[in-house]
């Protein structure tokens, strides 16, 4: 043989190839490693004149391979965690809600919210989370046929206490649970 066994072994041990550090990419490209390491400052120590086949330090190769991938895994997860937020416009629609109601909701801790950049973002988990446990004065209004503040003022009478009341709050919110019993 031309190369002997041990220098290849030695080479295998110490070198990554493009190609095998694309797999680890889940890339079907060579060429597709050569952006991350750079990236990374992780130069080959061997290449063609004229680019490719590249083999670079095992350790470091692979350490910015990791650290690539861990950044791909979090902003996915980011990507994620947008997909299943919904704007305030969206969240007042599906509560029934005023932007002023929302906004007292999410200071109080009623409904999880995240502001990113200018615009607030309600968790849809907790959007239907908080539609289960609570109900709004207007809503058990409607539930009875009335108007004005009865279902309210029933609910007071029975000794249900509001969750949420007037005047610091837009809006009067029960605990669906209490309100049912009673209704």
Do not use: W
Not at 52 to 63: D, I, V
Not at 139 to 165: F, H, N, Q
């Amino acid at each position: 043989p031309i190369v002997p066994e041990s220098e290849i072994e030695r080479v295998a041990r110490e070198f990554a190839s493009g190609t095998e550090l694309a797999a680890a990419l889940g890339a079907e490209s060579g060429m597709a490693v050569v952006a991350v390491m750079r990236k990374a400052g992780v130069e080959p120590a061997h290449s063609l004149p004229r680019g490719g086949y590249h083999l670079y330090p095992r350790e470091p190769a692979l350490e910015a391979v990791r650290r690539h991938l861990a950044v791909r895994m979090e902003e996915d997860a980011e990507r994620s965690r947008d997909a299943i937020r919904v704007n305030a416009r969206d969240a007042s629609t599906t509560l029934g809600v005023t932007d002023v109601m929302l906004g007292q909701l999410a200071r109080a801790g009623l409904l999880p919210a995240e502001r990113k950049g200018r615009q607030v973002l309600f968790d849809k988990d907790g959007i239907d989370a908080f539609a289960r446990a609570f109900v709004l004065g207007n809503e058990l209004d409607a539930m009875i046929g009335s108007s004005g503040g009865a279902a309210t003022k029933l609910l007071r009478r029975k000794g249900v206490t509001p969750v949420c009341d007037r005047p610091a709050f837009y809006s009067v919110v029960f605990r669906r649970e209490a309100a049912a019993r009673v209704l």
